[in-house]
């Protein structure tokens, strides 16, 4: 027990994604496997599936019932630091129906990013673009009662020191912490 609340053991879809992108895996292989293994949940990651409509996350929400798997966690590739800001809107709002998919599908967490690195921009202004979007980003979860959780996985703001100042910049309890350890060693060998 944590905080009240039973921890369960989830596993990503993105353990499985060249498996999953070449259809040697099907979602509901997927499902069964990991439902063996013992795990209670998944993270879906947009990505590893031709088709993310409400219907076919309904179905694969399904699969994981009928095999004691409820998905815990819905993740989707984005980049808050596109060079034109149309571009880094459509990202916005992609996180965003991806707010609204988990809200339909009863999934209270969503794992969010920051942005990679644009050359010939200053870093201060991608860390701008960064914070403008998680702060819109961030009030529609709050209004919509669904936690995000910031990876450190780009490398705009990929240090603990950054993602701390960011979320207490940002002060919206809906936007917490997902620390990828691994992803600090790599900005740890990047400086």
Known sequence: MYGGKKMILSVSTWSAHPLLESGEL??????????????????VVDIDFK????ENM????????NNGVQITCMSLEHDLCR???DLRRQDIEKVKA????????????VRVFTGWKKENIPY???MQWVYEGLREISDYAAVKNIKLALENHNDVCLRAGEILELQKK?????LRTCPDIFN???AAAAH
């Open 184 to 186: 600090y060693r790599a």
């Open 51 to 54: 088709d993310t409509s409400y």
């Open 170 to 174: 940002i002060n919206n309890p809906y």
């Open 58 to 65: 309904r179905k694969l929400q399904e699969l994981g019932e």
């Open 124 to 126: 201060d202004t991608q």
């Open 98 to 109: 991806w707010i609204d998919m988990s809200v339909r599908l009863g999934v209270p967490l």
């Open 26 to 43: 099907s979602m509901e292989g997927f499902v069964e496997l990991i439902g063996k293994m013992g795990a209670q949940g998944m993270e």
């Open 83 to 85: 060079t034109s800001a």
